[in-house]
Every structure is written in C-alpha cells, then in structure tokens.
C-alpha cells in the first residue's frame, strides 16, 4: 500500500539531528527523501562513535537517517550545484540548516530555486532563525536547552541546572519542520505554489516549554526548579521505596484520597491543607515528607500493584534495556530490525506514528555514504561516461 507521501520528492541538505529528524518522518510517511551529503565525510554523525555498525556507521547517525538515498555532491563546485538545482526543479520539498545565507552563494537559496520550481517548499532550520540579533550565530542544542530557560526547570532543586538526557530541542524542531513542511504542502493543492519555512532551534526549545511558560505568562512568578517534582500537581513525582524509587502521578482529588486510604491516612483527604490540589501545592512542603516516610516501608512492585488496584497512577523508572524488554514496547512494534545494501541488520527505533490506511513501511535502511549517487543520476539522464568524470573530479 502506498505511503501518505507517495510521489512526494525531498532533497534533505541538512545534517546532525533536527534536518534529519524531520527527513526521516516524511520518509517514513512514504516520501522519497534523497540525502545530499559531501563526498568522502558525509553528514557529521556518521563518525560519532562508538558505538557503531560493523561497517563503522555510527548509531548517532542510523537513528535519523532510515529511508533515505544518499547522494553525494559537492556543492561548491559549479557541477555540484548543477546536479542539485536539477533535482530541486523536479522536487517537491527541501529541507537545509546551512547558517543563515549560506546556501545563497551557491545559487541554492530560496528565491533562486523557487524561481526554477514556484511549487517548491523549502524549509530552513537554524538556531536563531533568519532574523534577529542572534540569527547568525550557530545554533546547538544544549546552549539552546540553557537559553530557552528549559535547564532552569531541570534538575535538583538544590543542585545546578541539568540539560535533558537527549537533544530535544533538535528532536522537537525536527517535528515542528515536519508539520510545517506537511502544512505546506496541504497549503500547495490550494494555491499551487509552495513556499519558505522559518524554522529556528530557539523558537521551538522555547515553545516546547508548554505549561512552564503559560505560569509565568499568567502567575509573573519565575518557574522553580523543582527535581521529579510537578510544578502544578502534587503529589506528582519521584518517590523512594524499600528497594529503589518510582513514580507517583496523583492528578486529582479523587486519586489522593484513595491514596490517603492506601497508606492509612484517610484524615488527609479531609484536611484542608491536603483537600485539593491547589492547597496540595501551596502546602507541598508539608505533605511532601508525610508521603515519603511512608513509602519508605514497601517495595517497588508492591507499590505499583497497590496503586493499580486503587486507579492511582504510578510506573517504574526503567533503564533503557528494561524498557526495550517491556512487553508493551515489543507489543507497539517500536524495535525494528532493517537490512542495509550489504546485507547487514541495522537496529532501529521504529516511527511511532500508527496510520490505518497508510500505514509506514520501512523500505530502506539509513544508506551508506554516497550509495544511490549512480542510481539517482542515472535517473537524472547522466551516463556512466558522465558519472566517472564526476567522480574523479571529486564531485560526487
């Protein structure tokens, strides 16, 4: 069956996370995205390692490059350029995070090839966006982590500030692309043109901050650091058990006084210290060691059994290998095993996107550098005369 983005081509220029996140989805949804990489090195991640496939692949760069083509080209050449501007007059979609203006010197910006391809949707990811006092600054996520105030809710309330375990802000700026490129592309069957995607690292690490931001907006109070603590709701967070922690996720009134009668307090439901939850989280700092010291006294396992039985929500705080291990993850298909040009297994993390008429497939394994350049210019009208003049030029 045909993927939602069949017959939708993408030329993906863009390397590390964010580009290739958002490449990788509209892959998965069925698009045919051709990577363009430079010859000999390829995108960055290829080299961060270990770990790594056998053939020296880096994992970094396998869990954002599935069903793509890789092509390589040398941009700085005339040739090179060529070769790209020929695919983006026939493309549907493309996608960069060069620094703002540095396709323009190679004739790869927006208004040049929008002028060969008006249908063109083009999307740009930077750290700053195309405008503003920073726009010319690179963008990384962990600085961005820190900027957009996300570190400063992260972390013990009495240690420093801590970035989130994975980039973030690069996974969630991959997903907003995705959706304006998507957008877009719904927006070209109204009017038959595309357009320009803005698409900046900063605006998405702030947005992605959700209720953090809205309480400051609303309350004018600067959000604290508050560890496995919920700056809304309570109890909602990390507590310690007879053999380790779990989580506790206690959303309303009618939850904590079953959790009251759980641990033999009933009076706390009734107390109106602890009645509702917004008097829970103005008087958090007495509840809080009330629930700690009995919690103390089980297991984790007899913990979450108790609260299931009673409808209170709580879970385990698994490592990565218990989590690959738990029979939901398996159930949801989330591991896939792929198979590369030569044979080798490549495993991956599967797109968690569940449609019922066009269901994902995975057709390709993330490519070797540079292994349908032949395949992708020969289709392009090059012959093999062409092809190996090009190659000992160094242009592909």
């Known amino acids: 069956m045909a993927g939602a983005l069949e017959g939708i081509k993408v030329l993906d220029l863009s390397r590390v996370l964010a580009g290739p ?9 069925g698009a045919d995205v051709i990577k363009i990489e430079r010859p000999q090195s390829g995108d960055d991640t290829r080299q961060w390692a270990p770990p790594a496939l056998a053939d020296g692949t880096a994992a970094y760069f396998v869990c954002a490059n599935r069903g ?33 203006g540095g396709l323009a010197k190679y004739g790869l910006d927006y208004a040049s090839l929008a002028a060969l391809n008006p249908r063109l949707v083009y999307c740009s990811i930077t750290g700053f966006g195309q405008d503003g006092p920073y726009s010319e600054l690179p963008g990384y996520d962990f600085i961005l982590q820190g900027m957009s105030g996300l570190m400063s809710i992260t972390g013990p309330a009495d240690g420093e500030p801590h970035k989130v375990g994975v980039a973030v802000t690069d996974v969630f700026t ?14 070209r069957e109204r009017s038959g043109r595309g357009q320009y995607i803005d698409c900046a690292l900063f605006d998405c690490a702030v947005a992605m901050l959700a209720n953090v931001n809205s309480n400051w907006l609303v309350g004018g109070k600067v959000p604290p650091r508050l560890g496995n603590a919920h700056a809304n709701i309570v109890p909602y967070q990390v507590f310690a058990c007879a053999d380790g922690h779990f989580i506790l996720a206690c959303g309303n009134d009618r939850q904590f006084a079953a959790l009251a009668g759980l641990l ?23 509840l809080i060691p009330l629930l700690a010291e009995a919690f103390r006294s089980r297991s ?11 409808g209170v929500p709580g879970g385990p ?56 350049t032949d395949a992708i210019l020969t289709d392009m009208g090059y012959d093999a005369v062409s092809i190996g003049q090009l190659r000992m030029q160094e242009i592909i």
Not at 71 to 98: F, K, W
Not at 174 to 187: D, E, K
Not at 300 to 310: D, G, N, Q, Y
Not at 332 to 349: A, F, N, T, Y
Request: contains cysteine; negative net charge.
């Open 21 to 29: 996140w958002a490449g990788q989805l509209l892959a998965d949804m």
């Open 68 to 100: 793509k083509r890789s092509l390589t080209v040398d941009i700085s050449r005339p040739e090179g350029q060529d070769i790209v501007r020929r695919l983006a007059g026939e493309a549907d979609v493309l996608l960069e995070n060069y620094k703002v």
């Open 174 to 187: 991959g997903l907003y692309a995705s959706n304006a490129i998507m957008a877009a592309l719904v927006a």
């Open 264 to 286: 033999d307090h009933p009076q706390w439901a009734e107390d109106e210290r602890f009645a509702t939850n917004p008097q829970r989280v103005r008087y958090r700092d007495v």
């Open 300 to 310: 984790r396992a007899e913990w979450l059994a108790a609260l299931e039985r009673i």
């Open 317 to 372: 705080i698994n490592t990565i290998d218990e989590a690959f291990a738990d029979p939901q993850l398996r159930h949801r298909g989330l591991e896939v095993h792929l198979r590369d040009g030569k044979g080798l297994e490549v495993p991956m993390v599967g797109c968690p996107v569940k449609l019922s008429a066009t269901p994902v497939e995975y057709c390709l394994a993330p490519p070797a550098l540079g292994e349908h």
